[in-house]
């Protein structure tokens, strides 16, 4: 029962280095998501993906692209990190309705 | 864009006590969510609404769906220690490309035993 699985758990990067967060999920569903979460600012989305091959933007897209080339991973990249991008990446997946969370990548920019 | 204001931002109340948070959205959505997220942990789905005026309940858990779709409540009965945690409301529209799925800012409530 692997779900929405997100790698890596932990990553801390030098501003200006770039990396990619990977999330799979295993349940066949067409809908995908990132977010970050800060404190006092909730969940902020940032891409989602409605099925493979499409991509959207969220609420905070600045300094993040994202591509879905096959419908169970959802990949999301940072081309110059910025200490603002600090913070904690949590993926989740849905068929319609419900979102199920990955356990989120804690990432530190220094 | 979508925004979903979430209240109260915290709660402090005494084990066995009644907890009622709300949401309000400045659109209408076609499913309510309310998820827990414990520390470290991403958030947990608690209970899905899928249609206006909809009552549903999961354990001491109760949620229901706004009659204008545009706000939604969870109200937790006789509170315990596990309670304990960050609740958000989400509101999500779905079909074509409008697949995003948006939060409130959370209601962190602490349980005193």
């Known amino acids: 029962n692997a779900g929405v699985t997100q790698t890596p758990k932990f990553r801390v990067l030098k501003t200006g280095q770039s990396m990619t967060l990977l999330c799979a999920q295993d349940m066949n569903h067409e809908y995908m998501y990132w977010y970050r979460q800060d404190p006092g600012m909730g969940l902020r989305l940032i891409h989602y993906?409605?099925?493979?091959?499409?991509?959207a933007k969220g609420e905070v897209p600045d300094g993040y692209n994202v591509s879905r080339l096959k419908k169970q991973n959802f990949l999301l990249g940072l081309e110059s990190a910025a200490p603002s991008q600090t913070s904690v990446y949590f993926c989740?997946?849905?068929?319609?309705?419900?979102?199920?969370f990955g356990q989120g990548t804690r990432l530190t920019v220094v | 864009g979508q925004q979903l204001n979430q209240s109260p931002q915290s709660m402090f109340i005494q084990e066995g006590e009644d907890v009622s948070m709300n949401c309000t959205s400045s659109?209408?959505?076609?499913?309510w969510l309310w998820y827990k997220q414990d520390p470290g942990e991403g958030p947990v789905l608690l209970i899905a609404l899928y249609k206006a005026g909809e009552l549903t309940s999961n354990g001491r858990l109760t949620a229901q769906f706004g009659i204008t779709r545009k706000d939604s409540f969870l109200n937790i009965s006789a509170s315990i220690p596990s309670d304990v945690g960050i609740y958000f409301c989400?509101?999500?529209?779905?079909?074509?490309?409008?697949?995003?799925?948006?939060f409130g800012k959370g209601t962190k409530l602490s349980v005193k035993p």
């Open positions: 659109s209408i959505f076609n499913t």
């Open positions: 989740a997946s849905s068929a319609t309705l419900e979102a199920f």
């Open positions: 989400a509101g999500k529209n779905y079909g074509g490309s409008q697949g995003n799925l948006i």
């Open positions: 993906s409605v099925g493979e091959g499409t991509t």
